[in-house]
């Protein structure tokens, strides 16, 4: 059984949510190959590579791929299906985007948010915004899967040789093109792969606020900043922001929420975090349940102190 695993990385650097991905799919089986999409991407390449486990990186640029749009990822990936029989990416919002589009052209069920390999065509997934885990066996002939990182240790990104192949890259889409990106410039660590995280909820009540409490904080302890997403919707946040089900899912050492409640759709986010934090002025507040230390405190006394300790 081969795997393909499509590569998550900006055009210069692999990502450390590939590596992750990669101890996936070497649960599913030994023979696993990487694909480099993107334009300008041959470090990348040479870093996959490397990576334990890799048997051989494909590689395919383009001016096309650059942005991995769904329309010609999917035109490159359908083709070399013919030699895989499955294909496996990160559930990020490129993994998301591109794996349905994967799934209709070779009319195959998408088996999403993978959590746990249970043999090659047994895997267990979240349902229900995360309150139950669903294990999933199939016997279809083509696999597509997501994987969610956080759920999987990083393979190592050393000890591997793998050969490095070009493949031709497709044509442009004729309905699709890339117009722009607008992205949060921050020296701040990337959230989905932070150590610690520090969120804010619709309880700090302006962007000026959200700003004003949370940077600091994070600045102090090296961490990334997360928001609910009543916060997001509220304009206190950039969406790149959003921790939960509809945002991104973290799994830091440290999560700190403050002024956030705790709905679902946040916990389902976060929940996985090996330390929860939550302070809030409500003591019937949902995050209280699965936090592993709770502060019932107004915020605006909580976190100076909390400052002044961590000096």
Same mark, same amino acid.
């Given at each position: !059984?081969?795997?393909?695993?499509? &590569?998550?990385?900006?055009?210069?650097?692999?990502?450390?949510?590939?590596?992750?991905?990669?101890?996936?799919?070497?649960?599913?089986?030994?023979?696993?190959?990487?694909?480099?999409?993107?334009?300008? #991407?041959?470090?990348?390449?040479?870093? =996959? =590579?490397?990576?334990?486990?890799?048997?051989?990186?494909?590689?395919?640029?383009?001016?096309?791929?650059?942005? !991995?749009? =769904?329309?010609?990822?999917?035109?490159?990936?359908?083709?070399? !299906?013919?030699?895989?029989?499955?294909?496996?990416?990160?559930? %990020?919002? #490129?993994?998301?985007?591109?794996?349905?589009?994967?799934?209709?052209?070779?009319?195959?069920?998408?088996?999403?948010?993978?959590?746990?390999?249970?043999?090659?065509? %047994?895997?267990?997934?979240?349902?229900?915004?995360?309150?139950?885990?669903?294990?999933?066996? %199939?016997?279809?002939?083509? +696999?597509? /899967?997501?994987?969610?990182?956080?759920?999987?240790?990083?393979?190592?990104?050393?000890?591997?040789? #793998?050969?490095?192949?070009?493949?031709?890259?497709?044509?442009?889409?004729?309905?699709?093109?890339?117009?722009?990106?607008?992205? %949060?410039?921050?020296?701040?660590?990337?959230?989905?792969?932070?150590?610690?995280?520090?969120?804010?909820?619709?309880?700090?009540?302006?962007?000026?606020?959200?700003?004003? $409490?949370?940077?600091?904080?994070?600045?102090?302890?090296?961490?990334?900043?997360?928001?609910?997403?009543?916060?997001?919707?509220?304009?206190? =946040?950039?969406?790149?922001?959003? $921790?939960?089900?509809?945002?991104?899912?973290?799994?830091?050492? +440290?999560? /700190?929420?403050?002024?956030?409640?705790? &709905? /679902?759709?946040? +916990?389902?986010? !976060?929940?996985?975090?090996?330390?929860?934090?939550?302070?809030?002025?409500?003591?019937?507040?949902?995050?209280?349940?699965?936090?592993?230390?709770?502060?019932? #405190?107004?915020?605006?006394?909580?976190?100076? &102190? +909390?400052?002044?300790?961590?000096?």
């Amino acid at each position: !059984m081969a795997v393909l695993l499509i &590569a998550d990385h900006d055009n210069k650097s692999l990502n450390d949510t590939t590596l992750k991905v990669l101890t996936a799919a070497l649960a599913i089986s030994a023979d696993v190959d990487v694909l480099v999409m993107g334009d300008g #991407a041959q470090a990348v390449a040479d870093a =996959a =590579a490397k990576a334990t486990g890799v048997r051989k990186v494909l590689l395919a640029q383009s001016p096309t791929l650059a942005k !991995m749009l =769904a329309e010609p990822a999917a035109d490159l990936v359908v083709p070399l !299906m013919q030699g895989y029989d499955a294909v496996v990416a990160p559930a %990020t919002t #490129a993994g998301k985007d591109i794996s349905p589009r994967i799934a209709a052209k070779l009319d195959a069920s998408q088996i999403t948010d993978v959590v746990q390999v249970d043999g090659p065509k %047994t895997f267990v997934r979240p349902i229900y915004a995360g309150n139950a885990l669903e294990t999933i066996t %199939t016997n279809e002939p083509k +696999l597509v /899967i997501t994987v969610r990182p956080t759920a999987f240790k990083a393979a190592a990104a050393e000890g591997g040789s #793998a050969p490095v192949e070009t493949v031709q890259a497709p044509a442009a889409s004729p309905k699709a093109h890339f117009v722009s990106e607008a992205v %949060t410039a921050s020296d701040r660590p990337e959230l989905g792969a932070a150590k610690i995280v520090v969120s804010g909820g619709r309880a700090l009540g302006s962007a000026e606020e959200f700003k004003a $409490v949370l940077e600091p904080l994070a600045d102090k302890l090296g961490a990334a900043i997360g928001a609910s997403r009543a916060a997001v919707d509220a304009g206190y =946040a950039p969406n790149d922001y959003q $921790v939960g089900q509809t945002g991104k899912v973290v799994a830091p050492a +440290l999560y /700190i929420a403050i002024g956030i409640s705790g &709905a /679902i759709q946040h +916990l389902a986010g !976060m929940k996985d975090s090996k330390v929860i934090v939550a302070i809030n002025k409500d003591p019937d507040a949902p995050i209280f349940q699965i936090a592993d230390y709770g502060l019932v #405190a107004d915020y605006k006394t909580a976190v100076p &102190a +909390l400052m002044q300790a961590l000096g």
